[in-house]
């Protein structure tokens, strides 16, 4: 059975840094794409970053400079360090698995998550920045 759990949520000042996990499951974790999505309130859900199997990374251009995905393949984890928050950064951020080894979901801009591409999703975890 698939599982992606994200723990690391919160509330934050605006400017200030979180780091978000992701620990996965049930499959072949070190050959599959992993990816960060986020759902801001009243918005639709939007691809923040990727990683493939091979440790390639893609980011959002919102998040360039600020976001830094990464995995660990021996510990089936994905992470999200995340620095100099902004309040258009709340929402519930997902981590979600393509079984591929290439991520082909698209990362920044609106995506149904029939179009994402992801064969698995974790519940979420909740953030909130305060300006």
């Known amino acids: 059975q698939v599982q992606l759990v994200e723990s690391g949520g919160g509330s934050v000042q605006a400017g200030g840094p979180l780091r978000l996990s992701c620990a996965a499951s049930g499959y072949t974790y070190s050959r599959s794409c992993m990816g960060w999505l986020r759902q801001a309130p009243g918005k639709e859900r939007e691809g923040v970053a990727t990683?493939?199997?091979?440790?390639?990374?893609t980011d959002a251009d919102s998040v360039k400079g600020r976001f830094t995905i990464s995995r660990v393949n021996a510990k089936e984890s994905l992470y999200l360090p995340i620095n100099s928050l902004k309040p258009e950064d709340t929402g519930m951020y997902y981590c979600?698995?393509?079984?591929?080894?290439?991520?082909?979901?698209?990362?920044?801009?609106?995506?149904?998550?029939?179009?994402?591409?992801?064969?698995?999703w974790g519940k979420g975890t909740l953030v909130t920045i305060s300006s």
């Open positions: 979600a698995a393509d079984l591929r080894s290439r991520c082909y979901a698209p990362v920044g801009w609106p995506i149904s998550v029939d179009d994402s591409g992801m064969d698995f």
């Open positions: 990683t493939d199997s091979d440790g390639t990374t």
